[in-house]
């Protein structure tokens, strides 16, 4: 994996897309692993009772694939150190989803690189389902 | 003239706000931790190969940051609120300190931090906002998350 160094990186560098389209089938595979108990996951009716059209993805697996776009663009000796994300929107299975990021801010502080990101998932109607920030901490080129 | 708080005519056990409860011990194994990474469509060596993580910056394999998500653990305080007919994930704001490694026995502590309505365009919203503090068995704090969960009336 290649990876990004802190002086190469300025405020308005993008990130990403990193693209995924959950299925029925991986939701389940993260519900299972992480107990969530809640029908709306897991099952079309279940989801229908609550009011939603069907099944919808968890919003922490979604995030999820917010950190996969952020540590894989930093590296192994980049290291997130923080993720703040909302939910605005229901993903529902089958949805295109770009995860991505922008570069607002670079700074260094103590010695520390600090990046401060903008991210958030975007489906195919142009809205994000989830939106947020995040703080990744970068190595200086050797 | 003061507006009302609509938090104040929410129904909640307000007796477990601030209190921090132990809520148990969790083992991360390599297992669980390619199991979670496969859910996600991870594909970071680091997570996954051994070989990879020995060379690599920690020496061990490690867990991906949002692992906490699959941890099970005992139940938390629960706030009783009586609002609504449905709860959603609002929001999650993570610190991560240092990663989750296999082999790490993590132990964790959740505490309500706050329950709020909030009245707007679509109606009433109530938050419970709950914080869960992860420590290693070295007693360092690995991660913090602050999650929050609207309750909402899907009939409104």
Same mark, same amino acid.
């Given at each position: 994996?290649?990876?990004?160094?802190?002086?190469?990186?300025?405020?308005?560098?993008?990130?990403?897309?990193?693209?995924?389209?959950?299925?029925?089938?991986?939701?389940?595979?993260?519900?299972?692993?992480?107990?969530?108990?809640?029908?709306?996951?897991?099952?079309?009716?279940?989801?229908?009772?609550?009011?939603?059209?069907?099944?919808?993805?968890?919003? %922490?697996?979604?995030?999820?694939?917010?950190?996969?776009?952020?540590?894989?663009?930093?590296?192994? !000796?980049?290291?997130?150190?923080?993720?703040?994300? %909302?939910?605005?929107?229901?993903?529902?299975?089958?949805?295109?989803?770009?995860?991505?990021?922008?570069?607002?801010?670079?700074?260094?502080?103590?010695?520390? %690189?600090?990046?401060?990101?903008?991210?958030?998932?975007? %489906?195919?109607?142009?809205?994000?389902?989830?939106?947020?920030?995040? !703080?990744?901490?970068?190595?200086?080129?050797? | 003239?003061?507006?009302?708080?609509?938090?104040?005519?929410?129904?909640?056990?307000?007796?477990?706000? &601030?209190?921090?409860?132990?809520?148990?011990?969790?083992?991360?194994?390599?297992?669980?931790?390619?199991?979670?990474?496969?859910?996600? &469509?991870?594909?970071? +060596?680091?997570?996954?190969?051994?070989?990879?993580?020995?060379?690599?910056?920690?020496?061990?394999?490690?867990? +991906? +940051?949002?692992?906490?998500?699959?941890?099970?653990?005992?139940?938390?305080?629960? +706030?009783?609120?009586?609002? &609504?007919?449905?709860?959603?994930?609002?929001?999650?704001?993570?610190?991560?300190?240092?990663?989750?490694?296999?082999?790490?026995?993590?132990?964790?502590?959740?505490?309500?931090?706050?329950?709020?309505?909030?009245? &707007?365009?679509?109606?009433?919203?109530?938050?419970?906002?709950?914080?869960?503090?992860?420590?290693?068995?070295?007693?360092?704090?690995?991660?913090?998350?602050?999650?929050?969960?609207?309750?909402?009336?899907?009939?409104?």
């Amino acid at each position: 994996m290649s990876q990004t160094y802190f002086e190469d990186i300025e405020p308005g560098d993008e990130i990403g897309p990193l693209v995924k389209e959950p299925t029925k089938e991986q939701i389940r595979g993260y519900v299972s692993l992480s107990e969530l108990r809640m029908g709306r996951f897991t099952s079309d009716e279940a989801a229908q009772g609550e009011g939603l059209r069907g099944i919808i993805v968890p919003g %922490n697996m979604s995030m999820s694939f917010l950190a996969q776009l952020i540590t894989d663009w930093a590296g192994d !000796q980049g290291r997130l150190t923080k993720l703040e994300v %909302n939910f605005r929107r229901m993903v529902e299975p089958g949805d295109l989803l770009e995860c991505k990021a922008t570069v607002t801010d670079v700074e260094v502080s103590n010695g520390e %690189n600090i990046v401060t990101l903008d991210t958030f998932i975007e %489906n195919r109607k142009g809205e994000r389902p989830i939106q947020g920030t995040a !703080q990744v901490m970068l190595p200086s080129r050797p | 003239m003061l507006e009302a708080d609509p938090t104040d005519a929410i129904d909640f056990d307000r007796s477990v706000i &601030g209190v921090s409860y132990d809520v148990g011990t969790h083992e991360v194994t390599e297992q669980q931790v390619a199991e979670f990474a496969r859910a996600i &469509g991870e594909t970071n +060596p680091l997570y996954l190969s051994t070989e990879a993580a020995k060379n690599g910056p920690h020496g061990v394999l490690i867990a +991906p +940051p949002t692992y906490y998500t699959s941890i099970r653990l005992q139940a938390g305080p629960d +706030p009783k609120i009586v609002f &609504g007919t449905m709860g959603f994930n609002a929001s999650q704001h993570c610190e991560f300190y240092e990663p989750m490694c296999v082999g790490d026995t993590i132990r964790a502590k959740e505490q309500i931090s706050r329950v709020f309505a909030k009245t &707007g365009r679509t109606g009433t919203l109530v938050f419970a906002v709950r914080q869960t503090t992860y420590v290693n068995q070295h007693g360092r704090i690995v991660m913090m998350v602050e999650s929050s969960n609207v309750r909402r009336d899907m009939g409104q």
